[in-house]
């Protein structure tokens, strides 16, 4: 029921279409161009994170709370009902309490670290009914608290209740554990500070896993390059320092090394390894999750360098997979008529060999730069996932920040996913993956680019039995992509913490959802039609398998008037049928694409 905020939405749209040029968006500019860029993404953000804190309040206190002390409104934006821990930072009583569901069932939390914000958060309480009696604790805790939501509605929202004096929480402590668990993995920590996961759905275990990887980056803004001599340093080169810390709800390994990297280029190519990069990785598991959360904090004080993470499949492969805007892709782990080409000219030009015919080839891939501007490598980009499979069982890694990645193993069996490379020039020239004139600017300094400082990356793992398909890797990584979300409201907080508005009486249910979606495609977007003078859905979907097509029926909990199928300009091109409120669209291809317009 509340407005739709089109003038809002419509702005955060115009920063990134200005953040979309052709050099902007690949970061290929200047340091000065970079932090108008940076800016833009920023307004966006917080434009952004204003709109749902806005909206979430309103839906929030929309709802009869049962004259709860507190409440915490979980909000799903997945269209398949879906359960799940929460990791979120909120102000909590001191004390024990409980959280419970709309029927009266604990929730169970744990807290992670907490820290005393009384007298700050209590200073705060803006009071505009003075005569109005409010919850006002004792003990405010500013704490990071994982909470297990229950089966939350599809597009929609369930909202938990707080009950002071009794106890819903599971204790979250330090433990000498052999290894941290949920249903589906058991991890352990090896002393060089790699993991060893085993699937407990295949019984397989994956050892060896997320080896950190650092090498030197002598190429520019448009093309990564290694040095001509170039060192590369492994994590499980050095001691590792190990934590764990668990509850029934969510538990975690703490990994920490400081390793020793060159400092720059020269001392790249003398070999030398004098600068300290500390570097911690965090494990975490949640209660009920197919994916394991993996976390890794750097303090970068090298320059033009690479940091990856190594996932080993541990399986021979030649293809990987991924995702792309509208649907997934299949590519080889190689180049192969390239490279084949590529190591025919160079073994020509370093010296006759009987086994290469190489009448028609060039004396040396960089001497003949019609042909060869670049070396054909295989980094490649994903949206969502990259995975590997040989149909029996995979591995798929879920970027949730640098979305590069390289299949890399004497088998192809390693999943090589970026963290950050750095380098100090716009464009440089000669590169050794790109040999002659620079892409950009050559005396363009770059120093913001070397990322001097601390950062954080984060991605999932996941291990699956079958195929991608048959995995539901993507669908996992769409789930995983846009978590559940939650909104804490209580009247004491009222004020700075959250923005002052008045107090107003719910009346709404616990719990409510616009549609589910039965089937095997996938929803990119739910938003309101630009322009309508009624109250229109547009949603889109499309098919994320990379084998068959994909099947939608949409299944909407509220009057539905009628339905079209329509184009990206939301107009319409043929009427589609209802029936009790239920939408079943034609299959989908692979890579296929549909709006529909639902108006309600």
């Not at 000065?32 to 966006?44: A, H, P």
């Not at 590369?232 to 810390?245: I, L, N, Q, Y």
Request: aromatic share 8%; net charge negative; with cysteine.
């Amino acid at each position: 029921g509340n407005p739709y905020p089109h003038g809002a939405v419509e702005q955060i749209w115009k920063l990134l279409f200005e953040n979309a040029a052709h050099d902007s968006i690949g970061s290929c500019i200047s340091d000065s161009v970079n932090e108008d860029v940076y800016l833009r993404y920023k307004q966006v953000r917080d434009i952004a994170v204003s709109l749902v804190e806005l909206h979430s309040r309103l839906i929030a206190t929309s709802v009869d709370a049962k004259d709860a002390p507190m409440t915490f409104t979980v909000f799903n934006t997945y269209p398949k009902a879906r359960a799940g821990v929460i990791i979120k930072k909120l102000y909590i009583p001191g004390g024990d309490f409980s959280i419970v569901d709309s029927e009266g069932k604990p929730v169970s939390y744990s807290v992670l670290e907490s820290r005393d914000l009384t007298d700050y958060v209590l200073a705060q309480t803006i009071r505009l009914d003075p005569s109005a009696q409010i919850f006002m604790p004792e003990q405010v805790l500013e704490a990071t608290v994982a909470i297990e939501a229950h089966e939350v509605p599809a597009m929609g929202y369930a909202q938990y209740r707080v009950v002071l004096g009794d106890s819903s929480a599971s204790t979250f402590e330090k433990k000498a554990v052999e290894a941290i668990e949920n249903e589906f993995y058991a991890i352990a920590v090896n002393a060089d500070g790699s993991l060893k996961i085993t699937d407990k759905a295949t019984g397989f275990v994956y050892d060896h896993q997320a080896v950190l990887q650092e090498n030197g980056d002598a190429g520019d803004s448009f093309n990564y390059s290694p040095p001509e001599k170039d060192v590369v340093v492994r994590s499980d080169s050095f001691e590792a320092t190990t934590t764990f810390e668990v509850s029934d709800v969510y538990s975690r390994a703490t990994i920490g090394w400081t390793m020793l990297v060159p400092r720059d280029l020269d001392e790249r190519a003398a070999g030398s390894c004098s600068c300290e990069l500390p570097v911690t990785l965090t494990v975490g598991l949640r209660r009920g999750s197919r994916v394991i959360d993996l976390v890794v904090d750097v303090d970068n004080t090298a320059y033009s360098h690479r940091l990856c993470i190594l996932l080993d499949a541990q399986m021979a492969t030649r293809v990987n997979y991924a995702d792309q805007q509208f649907g997934a892709i299949c590519r080889d782990n190689v180049h192969e008529a390239s490279m084949a080409l590529y190591n025919a000219s160079l073994q020509a030009s370093e010296g006759k060999d009987e086994n290469v015919d190489d009448s028609s080839l060039p004396t040396n891939w960089r001497q003949n730069m019609e042909a060869w501007q670049e070396m054909p490598v295989a980094i490649e980009p994903t949206m969502s996932y990259v995975a590997l499979s040989d149909g029996k069982r995979g591995l798929a890694a879920l970027p949730l920040a640098v979305r590069e990645y390289e299949i890399v193993g004497e088998e192809k069996n390693v999943i090589c996913l970026t963290l950050f490379r750095t380098y100090g020039f716009m464009g440089r020239e000669n590169l050794l993956y790109r040999p002659g004139r620079a892409s950009g600017e050559r005396t363009i300094e770059t120093p913001a680019a070397q990322l001097i400082g601390p950062a954080t990356y984060e991605l999932g793992l996941m291990a699956f039995a079958g195929s991608v398909d048959e995995g539901g890797v993507a669908e996992e990584a769409r789930s995983y992509d846009g978590g559940l979300e939650l909104y804490e409201y209580a009247a004491f907080l009222n004020g700075r913490i959250i923005f002052s508005e008045p107090e107003r009486k719910g009346t709404e249910a616990a719990t409510t959802s616009l549609f589910e979606l039965e089937g095997t495609a996938l929803v990119s977007a739910v938003k309101d039609a630009e322009e309508a003078d009624r109250r229109i859905v547009v949603v889109r979907l499309y098919n994320g398998l990379h084998e068959g097509d994909a099947t939608a029926k949409l299944r909407f909990n509220c009057p539905v008037k009628r339905a079209a199928l329509a184009d990206l300009r939301e107009r319409e091109i043929a009427e589609l049928k209802v029936t009790d409120n239920v939408i079943e669209l034609e299959p989908l291809a692979h890579c296929k694409f549909v709006t529909i317009l639902v108006e309600l």
